[in-house]
């Protein structure tokens, strides 16, 4: 089992830049990635690292913008988000599953574990 815990959310200009953490002890040997949701639409994919953190993907809205990364020393995983426009406004959540070193999944379904989620809000 591993708990997930995000932070780093809350409101900034368009323009601006946050960066989110997800807390994820144990989390040795997991994917991790990234998804956003907003009222009404499903979850999306925004980013996924390797547990290596050698391999990382993200989606084409996010593209240049946004960067993730992992400490595997302190079992956190970041979400760097620069250049943030009113449209990335969402609850953001981390997420985790056991897999090979050099593997990241897109789908939500492909992972087991999942944070609570934290709220950013980019104002225009």
């Known amino acids: 089992q591993v708990e997930l815990v995000e932070s780093g959310g809350g409101l900034v200009q368009a323009g601006g830049s946050l960066r989110l953490s997800c807390a994820a002890p144990g989390s040795t040997n997991y994917a991790m990635g990234w998804f956003r949701q907003t009222p009404g639409k499903e979850r999306e994919f925004i980013a996924a690292?390797?547990?290596?953190?050698?391999?990382?993907g993200y989606a084409d809205s996010v593209k240049g913008r946004f960067t993730i990364s992992r400490d595997n020393a302190k079992n956190t995983v970041y979400l760097q988000m620069d250049s943030l426009k009113s449209e990335d406004t969402a609850v953001y959540y981390c997420a985790a599953t056991p897999a090979a070193s050099y593997l990241y999944y897109l789908r939500a379904i492909s992972y087991n574990f999942w944070g609570q989620g934290t709220q950013v809000t980019v104002s225009s």
């Open positions: 690292i390797s547990w290596s953190g050698a391999r990382s």
